[in-house]
């Protein structure tokens, strides 16, 4: 039972980050696409910017595995 | 790295500035700078004289002239750029005006015929709508018909038309009219020759849409035209390749044209460079960037070519000057600078990331992608796009070139983790890891990842360091240290808090951390009390960064292991369509994902730490035209 309630845990930190990742880039992502048509050398700005919010659901990771490691043992 | 850049003057005779200018946009080695806005040198512009003007006029007359034809065939490869004399501009103006008519005539064809091609299934879309109500009788001589188009809405329009034609032309008529889609009524009118014009008329006075066929099928019976025009369809894509080649032909035996534009071009750049350059009563001003390698190579061919009359010398740079940016690199470096300028040029006398970029960027990729077989199919994936592409794109070039050496150390790290797509080299033949397998050992994956995001992060506040200092930039220097001092610090408190380092590194690690947020605080003023704790926390934040490379090379091996077994599950040919293309989608999300990932972490962790971007790029004078052919003097 607490080993699947600690999966779930899991499971939440990487969901969750990832779904307000996913949010995040939608936006920054359309944005950013308007940007480029009207500049293309912007590209790689937009590139840094789309990825900025990934920070998220990697934190997100960062929780999730030390919850899975540290937990049980 | 960034080349220094030198600003010059070139001082000399009037009479040869024409030379000069030819040299040096042959050469490309100078960016010139607008002598009336540069500061320190105070003179006014150079016009270009009567003659020159009149031959500025003549290479925009043959300019526009020449892009018109040459518009119209495709460019082809390796035409380069030829020297033109004054005479070989008079032929081709000769050669171009007596070619002209004929080309124009053959565009108008051309044009005409497309035309053509996009109207006449329109026609025909109509003509087809109404042939069922096209009666026999009709191709017998003495009668005429007409095709009406009515929209449903208006079918009363048909009654009057029957009251009128009456008038016209008595009993001898005939309409037959059907519905020939939702919105539409067919008519077909029958009648006399000899009331064709009152009937004509007649049409054009009431408000019905004829169907008028183009010219050459007027006058038709329906289905002859019907016939005739569906012949001409297929015949037209003939015609129209017909036409393109004859144009190809008068214009590609002219190659040296493509050539000569070329050369037009680099005139009339000189020619547009004369406003740059300052005069006096007898001498020309010229200023620019030159790179300080290039400066005795530069010096040499003025003395050669142009002479005594000229001479340069090295200036001083105003305080306020940015020089122009220029990148050099050894060649296997070299791709890498096309990703450095993707985000933005590093600034003046600041530091070129390309080298740190070449050693990190493929040893990032291959960390998370790593597996033997993912990494040979991406290493001949990317020899292929480069031999395709690469001739054609720069860009494409350079970015296969990125993934040749990424894939490369793809493959080391699958040695190191022993996957071979994924598990499968395990199941076969019992492949082991040279370190560790990262399915099972998730925790020494993700404290390697966390190291190498340490190292990364250690480096690049050790290189922001030094650049501060030797910048003298004193607000900079002590916030990277505050920076460098507070992630020792987290980490010495990490390991002492984990038993892996002494209790007695306590105090020195939180020693270290409340320096480094006493730095941190002190450069951002009063608002540092907030802003201090967070860059700290954010500092940290871009360490654990690092930890994508464990995670996005993590679900490469659960889907490459969900490959696996599903391919085992069923019938064996079964089973290895659906692993194959599971693989293909692992190996596309493969390539691409850990690219975005190492290029973000770069721009994002690492560059944060050092980088100093807002640089101009280097644009000599006579890059924008192909380079001049070689001669034996150059």
Do not use: C
């Not at chain 1, 499971?11 to 308007?34: D, F």
């Not at chain 2, 040198?41 to 004289?49: K, N, Q, S, W």
């Not at chain 2, 026999?136 to 009515?150: M, N, P, R, V, W």
């Not at chain 2, 144009?247 to 020619?271: F, G, K, N, Q, Y």
């Amino acid at each position: 039972m607490e080993l699947g309630l600690i999966a779930i845990g899991a499971g939440l930190a990487v969901g969750l980050g990832a779904l307000a990742t996913g949010i995040a880039q939608a936006r920054i992502g359309s944005a950013g696409i308007g940007a480029i048509t009207e500049k293309p050398e912007l590209l790689g700005r937009v590139i840094l910017l789309i990825a900025l919010p990934e920070t998220l659901v990697i934190l997100g990771f960062a929780v999730a595995a030390m919850v899975m490691i540290l937990l049980p043992g | 790295m960034l080349v220094p850049m030198a600003k010059v003057e070139i001082i000399g005779h009037r009479d040869r500035l024409d030379v000069t200018l030819h040299l040096l946009h042959g050469l490309r080695t100078i960016q010139l700078i607008d002598v009336t806005s540069t500061p320190g040198v105070r003179l006014p512009p150079l016009t270009a004289d009567e003659k020159q003007l009149r031959e500025l006029e003549e290479l925009r007359y043959l300019r526009t002239r020449l892009d018109a034809v040459l518009g119209m065939v495709p460019t082809p490869e390796g035409v380069g750029r030829s020297e033109v004399q004054p005479a070989d501009l008079q032929a081709l103006r000769a050669e171009l005006e007596e070619l002209g008519p004929e080309l124009e005539l053959l565009t108008r064809r051309l044009d005409d015929l497309q035309t053509e091609q996009q109207a006449l299934p329109r026609y025909l879309e109509s003509l087809r709508r109404l042939l069922p109500l096209v009666p026999e009788l009709t191709q017998l001589g003495g009668y005429e018909t007409a095709a009406l188009l009515i929209e449903s809405r208006h079918a009363d329009v048909l009654g009057d038309l029957n009251t009128e034609m009456t008038e016209v032309a008595g009993d001898l008529y005939e309409i037959i009219t059907a519905q020939v889609d939702r919105d539409t009524i067919g008519a077909i009118l029958v009648f006399r020759r000899e009331v064709a014009r009152k009937v004509h008329a007649l049409l054009g006075r009431i408000q019905v849409s004829r169907v008028r066929l183009p010219e050459r099928f007027e006058g038709m019976p329906f289905r002859q035209a019907l016939a005739s025009m569906e012949r001409r369809i297929s015949a037209l894509p003939g015609e129209i390749e017909k036409a393109h080649r004859t144009i190809t032909d008068l214009v590609e035996p002219r190659r040296v044209w493509w050539a000569t534009r070329s050369a037009i071009d680099a005139r009339l750049d000189e020619l547009d460079a004369i406003r740059r350059v300052g005069t006096t009563h007898h001498a020309f001003v010229a200023v620019g960037w030159v790179p300080e390698p290039d400066l005795p190579d530069l010096h040499s061919a003025l003395e050669a070519e142009v002479g005594p009359q000229v001479m340069m010398e090295q200036i001083a740079t105003e305080p306020d000057e940015e020089p122009p940016i220029l990148l050099r690199n050894p060649s296997p470096v070299r791709p890498f600078e096309f990703l450095v300028r993707l985000l933005s040029l590093p600034g003046y006398n600041t530091i070129d990331p390309t080298r740190l970029m070449f050693v990190f960027l493929p040893l990032f990729f291959g960390i998370m992608l790593g597996d033997i077989v993912y990494g040979l199919f991406a290493l001949a994936l990317s020899l292929w796009v480069g031999r395709r592409f690469g001739a054609r794109s720069p860009a494409m070039r350079d970015l296969s070139r990125v993934l040749v050496y990424s894939s490369i150390w793809s493959v080391i790290w699958g040695a190191i983790y022993g996957e071979f797509l994924g598990n499968l080299g395990h199941e076969l033949f019992g492949m082991k890891p040279i370190w560790i397998n990262r399915e099972e050992a998730i925790q020494p994956l993700l404290l390697f990842a966390l190291a190498v995001g340490a190292i990364h992060m250690t480096l690049g506040l050790l290189l922001g360091l030094w650049e501060a200092a030797r910048l003298k930039q004193r607000s900079a220097l002590i916030e990277r240290m505050g920076r460098l001092a507070a992630l020792m610090g987290l980490f010495l408190l990490a390991g002492v808090a984990s038993n892996q380092l002494p209790v007695g590194l306590m105090t020195p690690a939180v020693a270290a951390v409340v320096l480094g947020l006493v730095g941190l605080m002190y450069v951002q003023g009063w608002l540092g009390i907030l802003i201090g704790p967070l860059e700290m926390i954010s500092t940290f934040g871009n360490v654990l960064s690092y930890l994508r490379l464990a995670a996005i090379g993590l679900a490469s091996v659960y889907l490459a292991r969900v490959a696996n077994e599903l391919g085992a599950a069923g019938p064996i040919w079964v089973g290895v369509i659906i692993a194959s293309l599971i693989h293909a989608l692992n190996l596309a999300l493969g390539i691409f994902s850990p690219t975005i990932q190492a290029l973000r972490l770069h721009y994002v962790e690492f560059f944060g730490t050092f980088y100093e971007s807002g640089g101009r790029a280097f644009r000599p004078f006579g890059s924008a035209t192909p380079a001049p052919p070689r001669t034996s003097s150059a």
